[in-house]
């Protein structure tokens, strides 16, 4: 296991005298990998999230900055000298090997002994759960499959250092949250220094200690993933780490709208114009009304809270809950669909009321920076 540590590292193709553009796909990054930390870069494609990943592999050379292991400065140490293993997209399986000789390999080329090649062959099959298969060709494997015997061998012999790249992508849903809780598993029981790169936040959440997410080759904020989803850096993360994303409002235009915000706790004594209110579908919800039209008007339900009127445009039924799109004086919003409305007391097209049922989760930005406002979140 070990510390990873990036110092200002930037990374930048195309330069050189060629013709295409400079694109600077890592800036000035900092950042520490705790010693066995499940650590995850999440991003949108493009965003430098698989190019960091090289870096700490070896398989690419930063143009600045420094890479540490355990303190100790790797930059100019070849990817066989790091210590790491790393697992792709593409499992990148050996087709003429069996699943035995291709888990083995990684110790076969250190001229291993056969005796304990076969012995940490055993073990690691064990843990993933491919014993049954040793003696199969990748030909004969499902994609689950496969991805557990790359796994395998990435684990075979201990590294430092543990690297997957998007490993679960050519997956299907199920097989992929099986995974998630097999690479967690693993994770708990040998907790080797993890580094995981995907663009799916929802995988980056549930596996992750921590996660870094990237935007444009620079870091927009590192931390837990309820400080990524509760205290987001800035209006990019917020928009990116969560399923459905998050509401955004002008404050000028929700001041508007708002209704029974007697307290002001909406705004916190903060004035409306300047500001971009960030407001989460789990923390709205939608319920029957009657047809508000002005503070202090009748509604169908009591409520003490902060609430929008709108009118109901679209229901998504996911089985386990339900979310309505919501028009809001020409802006739509998502939220959570209460009791009275899932049960078909209220239809698309009629006037609704969306009560803001948790007003400590709140996100408020300033509107030109789009930093967030108030309480300051780590973002290295």
Same mark, same amino acid.
């Given at each position: 296991?070990?510390?990873?540590?990036?110092?200002?590292?930037?990374?930048?193709? *195309?330069?050189?005298?060629? +013709?295409? /553009?400079?694109? &600077? =796909? #890592?800036?000035?990054?900092?950042?520490?990998?705790?010693?066995? !930390?499940?650590?995850?870069?999440?991003?949108?494609?493009?965003?430098?999230?698989?190019?960091?990943?090289?870096?700490?592999?070896?398989?690419?050379?930063?143009?600045?900055?420094?890479?540490?292991?355990?303190?100790?400065?790797?930059?100019?140490?070849?990817?066989?000298?790091?210590?790491?293993?790393?697992?792709?997209?593409?499992?990148?399986?050996?087709?003429?090997?069996?699943?035995?000789?291709?888990?083995?390999?990684?110790?076969?080329?250190?001229?291993?002994?056969?005796?304990?090649?076969?012995?940490?062959?055993?073990?690691?099959?064990?843990?993933?759960?491919?014993?049954?298969?040793?003696?199969?060709?990748?030909?004969?494997?499902? *994609?689950?499959?496969?991805? +557990?015997? /790359?796994?395998? &061998? =990435? #684990?075979?012999?201990?590294?430092?250092?543990?690297?997957?790249? !998007?490993?679960?992508?050519?997956?299907?849903?199920?097989?992929?949250?099986?995974?998630?809780?097999?690479?967690?598993?693993?994770?708990?029981?040998?907790?080797?220094?993890?580094?995981?790169?995907?663009?799916?936040?929802?995988?980056?959440?549930?596996?992750?200690?921590?996660?870094?997410?990237?935007?444009?080759?620079?870091?927009?904020?590192?931390?837990?993933?309820?400080?990524?989803?509760?205290?987001?850096?800035?209006?990019?993360?917020?928009?990116?780490?969560?399923?459905?994303?998050?509401?955004?409002?002008?404050?000028?235009?929700?001041?508007?709208?708002?209704?029974?915000?007697?307290?002001?706790?909406?705004?916190?004594?903060?004035?409306?114009?300047?500001?971009?209110?960030?407001?989460?579908?789990?923390? #709205?919800?939608?319920?029957?009304?009657?047809?508000?039209?002005?503070?202090?008007?009748?509604?169908?339900?009591?409520?003490?809270?902060?609430?929008?009127?709108?009118?109901?445009?679209?229901?998504?039924?996911?089985?386990?809950?339900?979310?309505?799109?919501?028009?809001?004086?020409?802006?739509?919003?998502?939220?959570?669909?209460?009791?009275?409305?899932?049960?078909?007391?209220?239809?698309?097209?009629?006037?609704?009321?969306?009560?803001?049922?948790?007003?400590?989760?709140?996100?408020?930005?300033?509107?030109?920076?789009?930093?967030?406002?108030?309480?300051?979140?780590?973002?290295?």
């Amino acid at each position: 296991m070990a510390v990873v540590t990036l110092e200002g590292v930037t990374k930048v193709f *195309g330069a050189s005298g060629r +013709r295409s /553009a400079a694109v &600077r =796909a #890592l800036d000035a990054i900092g950042l520490t990998i705790d010693d066995g !930390e499940f650590f995850s870069f999440v991003g949108p494609s493009g965003c430098g999230k698989s190019t960091a990943l090289h870096l700490i592999a070896g398989l690419e050379t930063a143009d600045a900055g420094t890479i540490r292991f355990d303190g100790v400065r790797v930059n100019d140490l070849e990817p066989k000298d790091r210590d790491v293993s790393l697992v792709f997209q593409s499992y990148a399986l050996y087709p003429h090997m069996s699943v035995r000789q291709n888990v083995g390999f990684p110790l076969k080329v250190r001229r291993v002994p056969r005796r304990e090649i076969d012995t940490a062959v055993a073990r690691v099959a064990a843990s993933v759960g491919i014993e049954s298969l040793l003696d199969r060709r990748p030909r004969a494997l499902s *994609g689950g499959q496969r991805q +557990r015997v /790359a796994l395998a &061998r =990435a #684990l075979v012999r201990r590294p430092r250092v543990f690297l997957m790249d !998007e490993p679960l992508s050519n997956l299907d849903a199920r097989l992929r949250l099986e995974m998630r809780t097999e690479l967690k598993r693993i994770h708990q029981a040998s907790p080797v220094t993890t580094v995981y790169v995907t663009h799916d936040q929802e995988e980056a959440m549930t596996m992750s200690d921590r996660i870094a997410v990237m935007h444009r080759g620079q870091l927009q904020q590192c931390g837990t993933p309820a400080e990524i989803y509760r205290t987001p850096a800035n209006c990019f993360v917020a928009s990116f780490m969560g399923s459905p994303p998050i509401n955004f409002f002008k404050g000028g235009f929700l001041a508007r709208l708002l209704l029974n915000d007697v307290e002001g706790v909406v705004f916190r004594g903060l004035a409306p114009d300047g500001l971009s209110v960030g407001l989460r579908p789990e923390d #709205l919800s939608v319920r029957a009304s009657s047809s508000p039209t002005a503070k202090g008007a009748a509604t169908g339900a009591a409520t003490t809270g902060p609430w929008i009127p709108g009118t109901l445009r679209f229901v998504e039924d996911t089985g386990r809950e339900r979310w309505g799109d919501v028009d809001c004086g020409g802006q739509m919003i998502r939220a959570r669909i209460s009791g009275s409305v899932a049960n078909g007391r209220t239809q698309v097209g009629q006037t609704v009321a969306v009560d803001i049922v948790s007003t400590e989760n709140i996100q408020r930005f300033d509107a030109s920076t789009e930093r967030r406002l108030c309480d300051e979140p780590k973002v290295s």
